[in-house]
């Protein structure tokens, strides 16, 4: 397996040739295009000065030539019988067409540095070649000559090329190095997490990271321990739902059993064995609900995929639940206050939506006094529907809120078990209208009671 640090250096090492490539390819083309027509320009400016002392100075001709290459000239000489000579350093190349001689025999300039060919990764100021030369005529009154000339590039910038060469490749070696010594930086904490990852998938949560980073590397640590704390609580979740669901089914098996054996056993009176009948029938009541709950549960679990959404007229639909819980109302002697907008709608899946109404005001019904008001309450805005269920109980301890939403929890456990009710409603409740990207709240107090608020988005 190839290692992090061997895949930077080869991005460092890609990186840099193709840097370079595309960097001689743009300073090629810049030369091709602005400078060769400024250089031919130049050149051919010198040249005619050449000219013009060795037209004024004819017996200086060689030694003028001779110190001219000396000081970074290239120097072909040739007359119209094809005797040349050249001085200075060896041209590479003696690719000089005779078309181009007979050119400047014939009076014209020859323009070999303007009109060399454009080559991606060639460049035309370093390419020792004749044919790429400045030409022009050298005229006496019984002898032509045909002077070409360039610059010897390595006469002239030999040192500095060598300079600049040598600065690249140390900047490039030195670059690599401590590229690769910074990525240090980056690679240790990504292997922390790497080794972290190992332990969240052997169980172990209990995590610690250097978060102290301000860059991404640190908000991944900091993320990366949010989520190992979540699955903490996720599983310490798991485990105690496990002995939740355990204690609840053998809570009422127990007692199933044991009054099973006392009917089966002894001699009772009718009464006794109508109480202990009356007991089972309660416990396998509460099984039944159980797991209708829990297989609810299951099913809600899946997602949104298992929901079968339509449009709801609110109104209507909270006086249906209202409806099935008329009887409980009345046996509290409790006021049902109802102020829903006709024109109120949600969208979603009806079914669902029904045991939300039906748990929150059963939950509500169950909790407060005989005697005492239950205010439901709607309102529609653009962008949300807000839905109120209100009673004036003697509301819920702080300590409790914060945890009313979790599975088979109690505020008061031996009234709730009594009660027959499973401590799955409200966490039902929440889940079904997650999956309605909603949201509910609660607030309690002793004076005014409790407060249950439903926020659904409109589509």
Same mark, same amino acid.
């Given at each position: 397996?190839?290692?992090?640090?061997?895949?930077?250096?080869?991005?460092?090492?890609?990186?840099?040739?193709?840097?370079?490539?595309?960097?001689?390819?743009?300073?090629?083309?810049?030369?091709?295009?602005?400078?060769?027509?400024?250089?031919?320009?130049?050149?051919?400016?010198?040249?005619?000065?050449?000219?013009?002392?060795?037209?004024?100075?004819?017996?200086?001709?060689?030694?003028?030539?001779?110190?001219?290459?000396?000081?970074?000239?290239?120097?072909?000489?040739?007359?119209?019988?094809?005797?040349s000579q050249f001085y200075g350093s060896n041209f590479r190349e003696r690719d000089l067409d005779q078309q181009a001689v007979d050119l400047v025999f014939g009076g014209e300039v020859y323009h070999g540095v303007a009109q060399?060919?454009?080559?991606?990764?060639?460049?035309?100021?370093?390419?020792?070649?004749?044919?790429?030369?400045?030409?022009?005529?050298?005229?006496?009154?019984?002898?032509?000559?045909?002077?070409?000339?360039?610059?010897?590039?390595?006469?002239?910038?030999?040192?500095?090329?060598?300079?600049?060469?040598?600065?690249?490749?140390?900047?490039?070696?030195?670059?690599?190095?401590?590229?690769?010594?910074?990525?240090?930086?980056?690679?240790?904490p990504i292997t922390r997490l790497s080794d972290a990852t190992k332990r969240i998938s052997q169980g172990h949560y209990n995590l610690r990271l250097p978060t102290r980073r301000r860059d991404e590397i640190g908000q991944l640590? /900091? +993320?990366?321990? !949010?989520?190992?704390?979540?699955?903490?609580?996720?599983? @310490?979740?798991?485990?105690?739902? %496990?002995?939740? &669901?355990?204690?609840?089914?053998?809570?009422?098996?127990?007692?199933?059993?044991?009054?099973?054996?006392?009917?089966?056993?002894?001699?009772?009176?009718?009464?006794?064995?109508?109480?202990?009948?009356?007991?089972?029938?309660?416990?396998?009541?509460?099984?039944?609900?159980?797991?209708?709950?829990?297989?609810?549960?299951?099913?809600?679990?899946?997602?949104?995929?298992?929901?079968?959404?339509?449009?709801?007229?609110?109104?209507?639909?909270?006086?249906?639940?209202?409806?099935?819980?008329?009887?409980?109302?009345?046996?509290?002697?409790?006021?049902?206050?109802?102020?829903?907008?006709?024109?109120?709608?949600?969208?979603?899946?009806?079914?669902?939506?029904?045991?939300?109404?039906?748990?929150?005001?059963?939950?509500?019904? /169950? +909790?407060?006094? !005989?005697?005492?008001?239950?205010?439901?309450?709607?309102? @529609?805005?653009?962008?949300?529907? %807000?839905?109120? &269920?209100?009673?004036?109980?003697?509301?819920?301890?702080?300590?409790?809120?914060?945890?009313?939403?979790?599975?088979?929890?109690?505020?008061?456990?031996?009234?709730?078990?009594?009660?027959?009710?499973?401590?799955?409603?409200?966490?039902?409740?929440?889940?079904?209208?997650?999956?309605?990207?909603?949201?509910?709240?609660?607030?309690?107090?002793?004076?005014?009671?409790?407060?249950?608020?439903?926020?659904?988005?409109?589509?």
């Open positions: 397996m190839k290692s992090l640090y061997f895949r930077v250096f080869l991005i460092t090492i890609a990186v840099i040739l193709v840097s370079s490539t595309l960097g001689f390819l743009a300073s090629n083309i810049y030369y091709h295009l602005k400078l060769k027509p400024y250089n031919d320009e130049k050149l051919t400016g010198i040249a005619e000065q050449m000219k013009q002392y060795i037209e004024s100075e004819p017996e200086q001709m060689d030694k003028y030539l001779r110190n001219a290459a000396s000081l970074g000239y290239e120097i072909y000489v040739t007359d119209e019988q094809g005797n060399f060919p454009n080559k991606p990764f060639i460049s035309g100021f370093f390419e020792n070649r004749l044919s790429n030369t400045i030409g022009l005529l050298v005229q006496f009154p019984t002898t032509k000559y045909a002077l070409f000339m360039r610059p010897d590039v390595l006469l002239q910038f030999g040192e500095l090329r060598t300079f600049f060469a040598l600065v690249g490749l140390l900047t490039v070696i030195i670059s690599i190095l401590i590229f690769l010594i910074s990525t240090r930086y980056l690679v240790k640590a /900091s +993320h990366f321990m !949010t989520m190992s704390r979540e699955l903490d609580r996720v599983d @310490q979740a798991r485990q105690q739902f %496990v002995s939740n &669901v355990s204690h609840e089914i053998q809570s009422p098996l127990t007692s199933i059993q044991g009054f099973a054996q006392i009917l089966a056993k002894h001699e009772l009176s009718t009464a006794e064995r109508a109480h202990y009948i009356s007991v089972i029938e309660a416990e396998s009541r509460h099984l039944s609900m159980l797991s209708k709950q829990l297989l609810m549960l299951s099913s809600l679990e899946q997602g949104e995929d298992a929901l079968n959404k339509q449009r709801i007229v609110l109104h209507t639909h909270v006086r249906q639940a209202v409806q099935v819980l008329q009887w409980q109302l009345e046996e509290k002697e409790l006021l049902l206050k109802l102020s829903i907008p006709p024109t109120a709608t949600i969208y979603g899946d009806e079914v669902l939506f029904m045991q939300v109404w039906m748990n929150l005001i059963a939950n509500a019904v /169950s +909790h407060i006094p !005989t005697g005492r008001s239950i205010e439901i309450v709607a309102e @529609q805005t653009a962008s949300h529907t %807000v839905i109120i &269920v209100a009673d004036t109980g003697d509301g819920i301890a702080p300590e409790h809120l914060p945890f009313l939403f979790d599975r088979f929890y109690r505020v008061d456990r031996a009234r709730e078990r009594t009660s027959g009710r499973t401590g799955l409603g409200l966490a039902i409740v929440k889940k079904i209208v997650q999956l309605h990207d909603g949201q509910i709240d609660v607030s309690s107090s002793r004076e005014t009671g409790t407060t249950f608020t439903v926020t659904l988005p409109n589509l």
